[in-house]
């Protein structure tokens, strides 16, 4: 069962915490031994990642930035041809060069030169909305994708080097076998929902056979969210494995 993209060690960004709350929730993770970040363009908790990398930089918790590996997700408002580029600069803190203008961004956010993976958020685009964020979503504001005029920007954040990896996120079997038909780089990742009550079976032996890595969001089921349930840390089969071998379901869950 996949539980991360890159290792064991893997921490989503809370959405909910607040700025502040959010960088104290990373620098703790990254103390306990957190190597690799989850976060997104629509989750607002980029500047708050970015915020403890430098802090954990400084005081020694870790090396340097290479230290580290970064995901964040290309929000469905900025899921356009020409809107790609910007989006992944807004996310990193840069200055974007456009016909020789220099238009220094307002976001800085990551505070970053790049991310260690840069997905697309879901198959899906939203119009862009007249203020900045993408949430919430609104069904009637949603639109289908330019997935190949998407997938070609995406191509060129890895390209310059403001990526380096790029994936997608929520693809089924269809969805990839559509990008795979003309992606000049396939997609190093599929991430999705995971976990022993819902094991993606299919999608993870298409993912292998196409040299996808398929990565889990929710491993342990998002138990206290509004859009999922208990099942996994209240699974009666986990419990008595968690006890069997002396460690708590979230220790044992998502393995």
């Known amino acids: 069962m996949a539980a991360s993209c890159v290792s064991d060690q893997r921490r989503g960004v ?4 607040g700025r502040a709350g959010v960088t104290e ?10 190597r690799h970040f989850d976060t997104a363009s629509a989750y607002n908790t980029e500047a708050a990642l970015g915020d403890a990398v430098i802090q954990a930089v400084r005081d020694g918790i870790v090396g ?10 290309l929000a469905v408002t900025d899921a356009h041809p020409g809107r790609v580029l910007p989006a992944l600069h807004k996310s990193l803190r840069l200055v974007l060069a456009t016909q020789l203008i220099i238009v220094t961004l307002a976001i800085w956010n990551l505070q970053m030169e790049y991310v260690d993976l840069y997905l697309i958020h879901f198959p899906v ?6 203020v900045e964020g993408g ?17 070609e920007e995406m191509e060129e954040c890895h390209r310059r080097g403001l990526a380096r990896a790029i994936g997608v996120s929520n693809f089924t079997c269809k969805k990839l076998e559509y990008l795979l038909s003309f992606a000049k780089i396939p997609p190093a990742a599929n991430q999705v929902e995971v ?3 819902c094991r993606q079976n299919k999608l993870r032996a298409f993912c292998t056979e196409k040299g996808i890595q398929l990565c889990a969001f929710s491993p342990l089921g998002a138990k206290g969210t509004a ?5 996994v840390m ?4 986990l419990k008595q494995i968690a006890h069997e071998k002396g460690k708590t379901v979230a220790q044992k869950g998502h393995i």
Do not use: F, Q
């Open 64 to 73: 340097s930035r290479e230290d580290l590996y970064i995901t964040t997700k």
């Open 227 to 231: 859009w999922a349930n208990n099942s």
């Open 195 to 197: 976990h022993p009550h």
């Open 234 to 237: 209240e699974c009666p089969v």
């Open 125 to 130: 685009s939203m119009r862009p909305p007249v």
């Open 14 to 17: 809370p959405v909910a915490e």
């Open 135 to 151: 949430l919430p979503v609104v069904k009637e504001d949603l639109v289908e994708m330019d997935m190949k005029g998407v997938w």
């Open 25 to 34: 929730s990373v620098l703790s993770a990254l103390s306990a031994g957190y």
